[in-house]
């Protein structure tokens, strides 16, 4: 069995930062891509970003530039780094782990961005 946390959610002010970590762990024979989803409200998950084991990285355009995502294999650990972050990027944040030939989502974390 495979668990997968977020934290780091929070409340910020429009163009503050916060800093996203998602650990995997359990049985994990090896670990291909890791990455970030949010959900807003009303709205359909979406991609934010995702990285392979290998460090190849994918933002959506919406997040370019403001956004980096990076991991820490050792520690089967991801982290979302969210500079200048605006109203629009409120959202339930969920980190998903390609492991095992399976996805693996955690509960996710809340973001609110303050206007």
């Known amino acids: 069995q495979v668990q997968v946390v977020e934290s780091g959610g929070g409340l910020v002010q429009d163009g503050g930062s916060l800093r996203l970590s998602c650990v995997a762990s359990?049985?994990?024979?090896?670990?291909?891509?890791m990455g970030w989803y949010r959900q807003a409200p009303g709205k359909q998950r979406e991609l934010v970003a995702t990285?392979?084991?290998?460090?190849?990285?994918h933002y959506v355009d919406s997040v370019k530039g403001r956004f980096t995502i990076s991991t820490n294999n050792a520690k089967n650990t991801v982290y979302l780094q969210m500079n200048r972050l605006n109203p629009e990027d409120t959202a339930v944040y969920y980190c998903?782990?390609?492991?095992?030939?399976?996805?693996?989502w955690g509960k996710g974390t809340l973001v609110t961005v303050l206007a």
């Open positions: 990285i392979t084991r290998g460090g190849s990285t």
């Open positions: 359990g049985n994990l024979v090896s670990i291909q891509n």
């Open positions: 998903k782990v390609d492991a095992n030939g399976t996805n693996y």
